[in-house]
């Protein structure tokens, strides 16, 4: 499997080792939304969250609602 791009093959074969046999004529769509997914993830990697507190610290309700309208 190369580090850029999952091929038609790549895919049937990591689909069969899933346990998820595919038929011939889905292995170029199953690479391309694997290459897909692929990419998105690889954006959100790149972003920087820095001071942003993990979601279990929000409390619904207790926000201030000082917005200008």
């Given at each position: 499997?190369?580090?850029?791009?999952?091929?038609?093959?790549?895919?049937?074969?990591?689909?069969?080792?899933a346990g998820?046999?595919?038929?011939?004529?889905?292995?170029?769509?199953?690479?391309?939304?694997?290459?897909?997914?692929?990419?998105?993830?690889?954006?959100?990697?790149?972003?920087?969250?820095?001071?942003?507190?993990?979601?279990?610290?929000?409390?619904?309700?207790?926000?201030?609602?000082?917005a200008a309208?």
């Open positions: 499997m190369s580090a850029a791009e999952f091929t038609p093959p790549e895919a049937a074969l990591w689909a069969g080792r998820l046999p595919l038929s011939a004529d889905r292995h170029a769509a199953v690479a391309a939304t694997a290459n897909h997914i692929h990419a998105v993830v690889a954006v959100l990697r790149e972003l920087d969250f820095g001071d942003t507190p993990p979601a279990a610290s929000y409390r619904a309700g207790e926000e201030k609602n000082d309208v």
